[in-house]
């Protein structure tokens, strides 16, 4: 199996998942007990066991992060596998009317069991904690509620 491609689809999928907030679609790409967590410090460190809570996940922090600003894009390079592990890296841009962007860098790491990802991790350099602090208390009045 291309887990390349798998994680591609996945990823793709995302995309629509959060387009049209149907995030079932992504049940098929990860195992059962998979376990998502975030290895960037507090407070966006997380961590979530099962394919339910995963979704479920992806759900509110949408909700409670990347929908209340006025865009999201995204960029980054290329995955690559390693084994049974596909890597990307990038970055995503959160946009608002009338105020620099807020620049989220990430790496993301799916370890995969056959065709189902096992473990998904995300990771953001520390210091983007203390950069979203200080985005929010200069510009957070302006995202949408």
Not at 3 to 20: M, T
């Amino acid at each position: 199996m291309d887990l390349v491609q798998r994680f591609i689809d996945y990823a793709n999928d995302f995309e629509r998942s959060y387009a049209d907030g149907d995030w079932c679609r992504l049940a098929q790409y990860f195992a059962s007990d998979a376990v998502y967590e975030s290895a960037t410090p507090e407070p966006l460190a997380f961590r979530v066991t099962g394919r339910s809570a995963i979704l479920e996940r992806f759900r509110a922090a949408s909700d409670a992060f990347d929908r209340r600003f006025d865009s999201r894009c995204l960029s980054f390079a290329p995955p690559r596998a390693e084994g049974t592990r596909v890597t990307i890296e990038g970055e995503v841009v959160y946009g608002v009317a009338g105020v620099p962007p807020f620049r989220l860098p990430f790496r993301e790491v799916a370890e995969y069991r056959g065709g189902e990802i096992l473990r998904l991790e995300d990771t953001a350099p520390a210091e983007v904690v203390d950069e979203l602090g200080r985005w929010m208390a200069q510009h957070g009045a302006k995202l949408r509620p």
